[in-house]
């Protein structure tokens, strides 16, 4: 979860701020009605009323959102601002937005819950021939040996005149977020994927990219990148060869160093899976040559070490789980959450029903509002007519 301090950086951040800026200017007019998704401390959300907004829906789960709801009083807007410190999937609006403004970006697009959110947020929220900022994002992928990057994943693995190299290979499949240097590039950037916000459907992306070697090179790693369109003419990058922004860039290190010689051929193949919420990335480096092609696959999902009980599937589907006095609670309290019983209302039934359980109201009303959290929609207010 993202501290103020982070926010702070986020809005610090220039080239990310004043694209967006610039975006909203041209999208927002007098009477607009805006969803900020992912508002964090409400910058976007106070421009936009600044633009003339009529109503901004800032939805945030992160506590910082207190920040856009007393900033929105300070500044005279706390009549137009409404902040909804809840999931945007279990949230309902009372009215379409005109325009909807997102950064649920991590170093790169593919992060968390970004894509899903974005696919729910558009369907929900926008209306058909409303405006998304950003509309699309390009990712980026280049070949680059860094040196320090490489010493990072090598060198802890011989301390002490031991050999450890058992933990250099998880290390070396793990993705790092990383400044680099241009001169670390060693190729042409290459890019491998779109994501078009205004259509995509599905948080998994897959492509590849190739390069033709004119010169012998040196090669330890993959660095990937994203340039963010934010409307026709608005973008901003995340390259090497640019200033540097709030994101980063991702390298995805190789298994082994790759010495290419000229008018020899390299191609990578590119994954991004979501796996229970989470990403999980592949990563499959080709160097072909005059004898052949070595391949190496990589994978974040090999840089932890496996647990050492390993169910089979069989195992799974023949286990017999025994129901708790926990489960049967939250079990009840959802066939009470109905849209009309109160959080207190539910609490108190569980207190009558499990004694044992919960110690106080406050255990109880705790309980049931974790359930409303994750298996209940919230309503914002309506506006007033």
């Not at 998304?132 to 301390?159: C, F, K, M, N």
């Not at 005149?161 to 290979?169: F, H, V």
């Not at 994101?247 to 020899?264: D, F, I, N, R, T």
């Not at 647990?307 to 006095?325: G, H, K, L, W, Y």
Request: aromatic content about 8%.
């Amino acid at each position: 979860m993202y501290s103020v301090d982070a926010y702070g950086r986020m809005i610090a951040d220039a080239v990310r701020s004043e694209a967006y800026a610039e975006a909203m200017r041209r999208a927002i007019r007098p009477g607009s009605v805006v969803v900020d998704l992912g508002a964090g401390t409400g910058a976007f959300s106070l421009l936009a009323c600044q633009l003339g907004a009529a109503r901004v829906y800032a939805i945030e789960t992160n506590p910082a959102v207190a920040i856009a709801r007393e900033s929105a009083v300070a500044n005279g807007f706390g009549d137009r601002v409404v902040t909804l410190d809840r999931l945007s999937t279990a949230v309902e609006l009372p009215e379409q937005a005109d325009v909807l403004i997102s950064d649920l970006r991590g170093t790169l697009p593919l992060h968390e819950q970004h894509i899903p959110s974005i696919v729910d947020a558009r369907r929900r929220f926008l209306r058909q021939d409303g405006v998304q900022i950003p509309a699309s994002d390009d990712l980026w992928v280049a070949p680059v040996y860094d040196e320090g990057a490489h010493r990072e994943l090598t060198d802890p693995w011989s301390a002490f005149d031991l050999d450890m190299r058992a933990g250099q290979r998880y290390a070396v499949n793990a993705a790092q977020e990383r400044k680099v240097a241009p001169d670390d590039v060693v190729a042409e950037p290459r890019c491998w994927a779109t994501l078009d916000y205004r259509t995509i459907e599905v948080p998994n992306i897959a492509g590849s990219a190739e390069w033709h070697v004119e010169e012998p090179v040196a090669i330890n790693g993959m660095c990937l990148w994203f340039t963010a369109h934010l409307l026709d003419g608005i973008s901003y990058t995340t390259s090497p060869f640019d200033p540097v922004t709030v994101y980063g860039m991702m390298l995805l290190p190789l298994a082994e160093v790759v010495e290419a010689k000229a008018q020899e051929q390299l191609r990578v193949q590119l994954r991004a899976d979501m796996v229970a919420g989470s990403y999980v990335w592949t990563w499959i480096t080709e160097h072909r040559t005059q004898d052949g092609t070595h391949k190496m696959r990589q994978s974040t999902f090999l840089s932890t070490p496996a647990p050492f009980t390993m169910v089979s599937d069989d195992a799974i589907e023949s286990a017999r789980p025994q129901s708790t006095a926990r489960a049967r609670a939250a079990s009840l309290a959802l066939g009470l959450i109905d849209g009309e019983r109160t959080l207190g209302s539910v609490a108190h039934e569980l207190m009558h029903a499990f004694p044992a359980l919960f110690s106080s109201r406050l255990v109880a009303v705790r309980f049931v509002s974790d359930l409303a959290e994750s298996y209940s929609a919230w309503e914002a207010p309506r506006p007033p007519s």
